[in-house]
């Protein structure tokens, strides 16, 4: 005899669920699953399932059963009792987010709330960029004003008392190195390379794995597009082409040399929209992943640098190093404090924009924000909420930049 059970894929925690189960009918059998788990794995958003495929497959001993379901939270299967394996997976664009399965006894009639650990899985790029899922969530950006070294543009804006509100994405979990830069634009700019302006100071090293630098911000956009088309992403970033100021183009190649002095039609690229490539960090985006749910002023929970912070003026010997040797932030991310400065999309304001969902920052400037400070900057100039910003066309040994793709 069949049951008919239903699996419901609950993106809020299953013990809060579970109160809101409709009663049973005749011998249909209901039992929830929540998607959720531990370490690198965690609960996803409604917003965040909004926009992802599952597949859900029982096997057990009738025949197997599949459902592909598209943002929907609930599906119905119809089985035997006994012994099931419900494996789930969840998609975006095609590319595996998580997964998880566990196994469980149908009995006829009711079964109870079933639990689901979803395990995140860490994207790795052709190019060997591992990518770390950012949960979304919501956090205070900015400095309190009793913050040591602090300064004015830190201030919190003041619609809902500063807080702001993130939906999730995926971060790279390092600085992009000088092997991982070199692979999509074939050159290596890095002044701390053994090509470079400061080859004296790495002459032993090996630097494929230290932060690239001395790219501008126009340089990081080719990158990110360069990027997205060895993946199979559509480009995040449009301009208008170097021929025909009618003509939009994601394509690098249409876009002309990089300028090496400001210019106009650089500094009007735009994002595209619903486009699934790599993009540079909001400044946000940025805040709340170096944060990683911290509010001191370092994101290892404590107001006070220490050498396990990063690297900075007081342990790097002057010059960048090998990303991924100081301890990672909660969330995975490395060398966030200090190193290399990193690139932000936003234009640079004083004060910040009173939008508190996802902000992007103003539509025109002169200087674009990077943030989290460097091998040369003060301990005070590696926290969290600092601001630096200059012209895009500034190349220094100072500033690299990471990655971002939406979820
Ligand atoms: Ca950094």
Redesign the pocket.
């Given at each position: 005899m069949k049951k008919m059970a239903s699996v419901f894929l609950s993106l809020v925690c299953v013990f809060l669920c579970a109160a809101c189960f409709s009663p049973w009918k005749g011998d249909s059998g209901t039992f929830s699953i929540g998607i959720g788990g531990s370490g690198n794995a965690r609960f996803l958003t409604p917003e965040e399932t909004a926009l992802l495929d599952h597949t859900i497959t029982l096997q057990g001993p009738g025949p197997e059963q599949v459902a592909a379901i598209r943002g929907a939270r609930t599906v119905d299967f119809s089985v035997e009792p006994g012994l099931w394996t419900i494996s789930v997976k969840a998609f975006r664009n095609g590319r595996i987010i998580a997964q998880g399965s566990r196994s469980v006894e149908i009995k006829p009639g009711p079964n109870g709330v079933i639990e689901i650990l979803m395990v995140f899985v860490t994207l790795t790029s052709s190019t060997g960029i591992e990518m770390m899922p950012i949960p979304a969530g919501n956090f205070l950006m900015g400095s309190p004003a009793n913050e040591p070294d602090r300064a004015s543009i830190e201030n919190y804006r003041t619609v809902n008392d500063g807080i702001v509100t993130m939906s999730g994405y995926w971060m790279s979990r390092y600085?992009i190195t000088q092997e991982q830069y070199e692979a999509v634009m074939n050159t290596n700019p890095s002044a701390y390379s053994s090509g470079g302006l400061n080859a004296a100071a790495v002459a032993e090293l090996d630097t494929s794995t230290f932060p690239v630098e001395r790219v501008s911000w126009y340089d990081a956009l080719v990158f990110c597009n360069k990027l997205s088309e060895m993946e199979g992403l559509t480009p995040a970033y449009e301009m208008q082409t170097g021929a025909n100021p009618n003509i939009w183009s994601t394509d690098p190649v249409d876009w002309g040399d990089i300028p090496i002095a400001i210019n106009a039609r650089w500094d009007a690229a735009r994002m595209v929209t619903a486009s699934t490539g790599y993009r540079l960090p909001t400044e946000a985006q940025w805040e709340y992943a170096c944060r990683a749910g911290t509010t001191t002023a370092f994101n290892t929970g404590s107001n006070t640098i220490s050498d396990f912070t990063?690297w900075y003026n007081e342990n790097s010997g002057a010059q960048t190093h090998q990303v991924g040797l100081k301890p990672p932030n909660a969330w995975g991310l490395y060398?966030?404090?200090?190193?290399?400065?990193?690139w932000c999309w936003d234009w640079f304001e004083n004060n910040y924009l009173e939008e508190s969902d996802d902000p992007v920052g103003p539509s025109t400037g002169t200087q674009r924000v990077y943030r989290?400070?460097?091998w040369e900057n003060s301990g005070g100039n590696i926290r969290s909420a600092v601001r630096f910003r200059n012209a895009p066309t500034e190349r220094s040994s100072v500033l690299g930049f990471r990655i971002v793709l939406p979820l």
């Open positions: 600085q990063g060398d966030m404090h200090g190193n290399v400065w990193e989290g400070g460097s």
